[in-house]
Each structure stands twice: as C-alpha cells, then as structure tokens.
C-alpha cells in the first residue's frame, strides 16, 4: 500500500469526470490564453496511528488541489461544482487494494490574469493502511 496508489487513483477520478484538459504536478503544460484548464497536485500531510502495534493500519492525510483555469469567472465556480459533485463527502475510490475516502472539498480564490480566472478546488482525503 502506497501513496502513489492514492495518487493514481485520485488522479483517475478526475481525469474521467473531466471535460477539459488536466494538468499533473509532474507533467509539463503551456498555457494557452483564454484556454481552460485544470492543474492538479497531491500533497500527502500527516500520518496518525489509530491502533497500537507494529503492524497495524495507520490514518493517512492529504489533500488534492485542483486549480481551475477559466476565462470567467462564473465559468470556474460552475466548473468547481461540477467537479465537487464528483468528489462528495463520504464517497470511496478504490485502487490496488486500498479505500481512499474524501472528507471534504472546499472552494477558494487563487490568482488571476488577463487570460485566466482561478479558483482552488481542494479535496481533502484520508486512507488507512
């Protein structure tokens, strides 16, 4: 059991419930004016034993940031719910054995240009292994 199972499955779900391109954090892009588009990367936080004992489960933490880039900015708050439609509180995505849960996702602002509205979709998740 791994992060990059968590990543690749978080990574999955978005890619199949998006209808625009998808930037990774390990991927190169260049950014096309009035162009929209999405720019994802996992951050993995803390890790919390819930059970004594060498072999026992763990609680890990972390967050999907999802910064959508439109030329609008109703244009990105409709694709924000949209997208955290897909991500509910409570659901479970399963890759390689291992039961991601989100706990919740969040809209904020981030930056803006000429080209671009963005606003941060964070998708906070926890997993036990």
């Given at each position: 059991m791994s992060y990059a199972a968590i990543k690749t499955a978080l990574e999955k779900r978005l890619q199949s419930v998006a209808d625009i391109p998808v930037v990774f954090d390990d991927s190169r892009y260049r950014k096309k004016p009035k162009t929209a588009f999405l720019r994802a990367t996992f951050q993995p936080e803390k890790v919390t034993p819930r059970l004594v004992g060498r072999d026992e489960p763990q609680e890990y933490q972390g967050r999907l940031d999802i910064v959508i880039f439109e030329v609008s900015h109703m244009a990105a708050i409709i694709r924000a719910d949209?997208?955290?439609?897909?991500?509910?509180?409570?659901?479970?995505?399963?890759q390689d054995g291992i039961n991601i849960y989100v706990v919740k996702a969040e809209l904020t602002r981030d930056q803006q240009n000429l080209n671009h509205n963005a606003y941060r979709l964070r998708i906070r998740w926890r997993s036990y292994f």
């Open positions: 949209a997208l955290r439609a897909q991500f509910p509180r409570g659901v479970s995505i399963s």
